[in-house]
Structures are given as structure tokens and as C-alpha cells.
């Protein structure tokens, strides 16, 4: 059974920066692409970030130039490091792998999802 488990979650001022881990376990980790997405009170879950087997990354507009996700098979770890938060990116992170190599945008293309990691953003 393919297990997914974030950390690093928590409450930083703006202008901070966190790391969020998220550690796979029941699949070959590097064969599949990863994805973070979030959750804000109110509002539907959003694409912020994907890595694919090939080490290719996409960002959501609104992450761009702040964030970095990366990924080390050999600890079958996704990592999402965050700078220069904002208010705005306070949500429920989730990361997610893929049903596929490649990097995709996509929820519904995405299997198995952890059970997220709360990301508070002070001002």
C-alpha cells in the first residue's frame, strides 16, 4: 500500500521560509512524477508545484521564484522549500504522486495523496 507522510508544516511570519518533507513508502518512488497542492479555508485545492522522474519541475504563477521542490530517491523524499512567504500561501499542503513519469498540472492524474501538513503565514 502506497503511503505518503508531509512534515515540516507551521507558522512563520512573512517573509519567512519553510521546508515541507513528504516521504513515500509501497511504490518505486523514482519512476513516478510528484506534485505539491494546497488547501485554503474556502477554497479548492490548487497545483502549486510537480517534479518528474527526469528531475523536470513546473510552478504554479503565484509560487514562481519562491519556491523549489526537489526530490531525493534515495530517501524516496519530496521536498517543497518555501521563501519570501506570504499571507496568501497559508493552506493545507498536500503532496501527491503521480500515476505517471511525467510532470503534470493535474489532480485527477495524481493517486495517492498525504494527509497534509498546515502552512500559517503571520503578518
Known amino acids: 500500500q502506497v503511503q505518503l507522510v508531509e512534515s515540516g508544516g507551521g507558522l512563520v511570519q512573512v517573509g519567512g521560509s519553510l521546508r515541507l518533507s513528504c516521504t513515500a513508502s509501497?511504490?518505486?518512488?523514482?519512476?513516478?512524477?510528484m506534485g505539491w497542492f494546497r488547501q485554503a479555508p474556502g477554497k479548492e485545492r490548487e497545483f502549486v508545484a510537480t517534479?518528474?522522474?527526469?528531475?523536470?519541475?513546473y510552478y504554479a504563477d503565484s509560487v514562481e521564484d519562491r519556491f523549489t521542490i526537489s526530490r531525493d530517491n534515495a530517501k524516496n523524499t519530496v521536498y517543497l522549500q518555501m521563501n519570501s512567504l506570504k499571507p496568501e500561501d497559508t493552506a493545507v499542503y498536500f503532496c501527491?504522486?503521480?500515476?505517471?513519469?511525467?510532470?503534470?498540472?493535474?489532480?485527477?492524474?495524481?493517486?495517492?495523496w498525504g494527509q497534509g501538513t498546515q502552512v500559517t503565514v503571520s503578518s
Open positions: 509501497g511504490r518505486t518512488f523514482s519512476d513516478y512524477a
Open positions: 517534479i518528474g522522474w527526469s528531475l523536470s519541475t
Open positions: 501527491a504522486t503521480s500515476r505517471y513519469s511525467h510532470i503534470t498540472v493535474n489532480a485527477y492524474e495524481y493517486d495517492y
